[in-house]
């Protein structure tokens, strides 16, 4: 009988991935002030791991940019997904991008990591370079934990990925974030003085978000310590009337008596647009949002228009020239290329 050497490859699951990741945020924080650059570069590799993992999740062909092979894939050799590709089929394929925030952060934290790859010696790293390192990657850290745990939480509930074990290691990187909050004192007691809000930085905790109302009951805020930008809405509670906080996450439980709202309930109770016998057919909403994907969760508010999903919101919405459904993205040539909803005019688009 021939004996069959070759074993065949373990092929890689999600777990693997998300086992990696961990160990790189491992060293990224263990090395932040004694190998900076090293530091960068591991903290990155580990946000680019998890969102391998969410497409892995998916389908593991997700993973390679293109040619995908079962063999190959197993040995490791392939050429994996860009920034870019990843987050295109995060939107294309799963219909779960990444929110505006949390494209930023790792976005920025990816540029860092090519310049330290390129142009960065060890050992150079002031104090300076250090605090906004160590900032940038407690921002990081916040918006993959925020995905983590609401949008991809379905994902990720069964994994062996220990938010808060990994959670204490980013100790120093808060002493970082203490010390500017100190050195903030007197920007932010003029902020107050001039009759300025500040409200407490869901990201960094330290009370140094300056609020802003855009429109009625729709707020924003941005940190001056870790730069954390937020937007969300505050609506009486349909139960209870008490202050009701939607953060754009799918839906919003009520704080004061716990009832729970999907999106549709939301937008059915907080839609101001009135509809009659007369205007039947001209109603735009709930028209459907390009920055989040959302289906139906844009509503007429206050003379404009809010997606009750990510909290995006604009002064017009337009009519899709294909689907006939309102959209507040941009709709010039959706007759033959759709909108965020649909795909348009197929037949066209082929001639
Ligand atoms: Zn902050
Ligand atoms: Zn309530
Ligand atoms: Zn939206
Ligand atoms: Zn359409």
Redesign the pocket.
Known sequence: MKANLRKPAQFPTVDDLIGNATDFLKSATADLSARPKHSVIAFYTAIELIVKARLMAEHWTLVVSKNAERGQFAKGDFVSVTFDEACARLQNVIGSPLPDNAKAIFNSLRKHRNKMVHFYHEGEADKNALESIALEQLLGWRALVSLIENQWQGIFANMAFDITAIDQDFAEHRLY?KAKFESLAERLAEIADAGGVLVD?H??T?K??ERREELAAVFSSR?L??N?CRRWMVTPCPSCSVDLTNEGDDGAACKSCDAAFTMEELVEHLNQEIITKDNYFDVMTPANCANCEGYHTVISWDGSYVCLNCIEHSDEIGVCGWCGEGNNGELEASFVYGCSACDGNVKLMNE
């Open positions: 974030a930085c990201s960094c330290f140094a978000a940190c310590v870790c954390a």
